[in-house]
């Protein structure tokens, strides 16, 4: 076949008829990626004025400032409401209705996210010596913008929203390397230290004052039953004031790390744990060589 773009069109077009991934042609568009990361960026604004934005905000300008973000914010998170509701093919409704209460009662909630990100933020201040004050961790550090998101897509999962919710933290995902599901409960005074790799799955519960570091995982248990395991609690709960360090990864829903504990660096752990313990690699070899005489050693060494 000569090649030409009428060509390359049609076997294109071919491919759509027989793998499919079309938005849904001839019907009703899925919720935009591109709108929802900028509804996302809209929310933040609101979370914290002055933050998000490229000016700053006189408090004379801020009712009329917010009002209008406000605005703007729940007509477009309205209409991509509406897709998610069409696409779950909601029966017995006013969709349109209630995609306008869904979007109103999902901003009443700002306020009381607001108190719980002020103590995310307090505790990543009080967390880090490095920290220079709570403005920092606001505008700089990654944890408050992945945690601030995955608060805001709770209230949209516990409102049985489709799409949305995990379109949201996965924008977050792309930005700040730190992968929250959206159906994740979490309490407050939430710090995740640097952030980088760490991934909680969607029937985590995290209590108070939970502190985690870099590449930690909260996961299930091998999930060869697929689809099976849907609504069962698959990812482990974390008690108040636990923290876990660097690269350790807690498996299974049934696994309770209590009260109090602490995790080391890089434990892998199946099973659950009792208040205030502390969980560790007792023993582990560290070999040191020479560069140049690989048949010399300097000595092994136990950490």
């Not at 006189?58 to 917010?66: F, G, Y």
């Not at 029966?91 to 996210?113: N, V």
């Not at 995990?166 to 792309?174: D, K, P, V």
């Not at 299974?252 to 560790?280: C, D, R």
Request: glycine share 8%; aromatic share 6%.
């Amino acid at each position: 076949m000569k090649l030409n773009v009428t060509a390359l069109t049609d076997q294109l077009i071919a491919s759509y008829a027989r793998v499919g991934g079309i938005n849904r042609m001839d019907a009703g568009n899925l919720p935009s990626k591109t709108a929802i990361g900028q509804i996302t960026e809209s929310l933040l604004r609101l979370l914290f004025p002055g933050f998000f934005d490229e000016k700053p905000i006189h408090s004379s300008e801020i009712r009329i400032e917010t009002t209008n973000l406000m605005d703007q914010v729940q007509g477009r998170l309205e209409d991509e409401i509406r897709k998610s509701l069409e696409y779950s093919k909601v029966a017995d409704c006013d969709i349109a209705r209630l995609a306008h209460e869904i979007s109103l009662s999902f901003l009443a909630e700002l306020p009381g996210i607001r108190e719980l990100l002020q103590t995310d933020a307090e505790a990543a201040f009080n967390g880090d010596p490095a920290a220079l004050s709570k403005d920092e961790v606001i505008v700089a550090y990654p944890c408050i913008e992945a945690i601030a998101v995955q608060r805001l897509a709770h209230q949209l999962y516990k409102r049985k929203v489709a799409l949305i919710p995990r379109i949201m933290t996965e924008w977050a995902h792309s930005r700040t390397g730190i992968d929250i599901h959206p159906g994740a409960t979490i309490g407050s005074h939430f710090f995740i230290d640097h952030g980088t790799g760490c991934v909680i799955g969607e029937t985590c519960i995290i209590g108070n004052h939970v502190k985690m570091y870099q590449g930690v995982s909260l996961v299930a248990r091998s999930l060869a039953a697929g689809q099976q395991l849907k609504g069962v609690k698959r990812h482990p709960t974390l008690e108040d004031n636990v923290t876990i360090y660097a690269g350790s990864t807690i498996i299974g829903g049934e696994t309770v790390i209590g009260e109090g504990s602490t995790i080391g660096a890089n434990v892998f752990l199946l099973h659950s744990v009792p208040a205030n313990s502390l969980v560790f690699y007792e023993e582990v070899n560290v070999k040191i060589t020479s560069k140049r005489d690989k048949n010399s050693s300097f000595g092994d060494f136990q950490i």
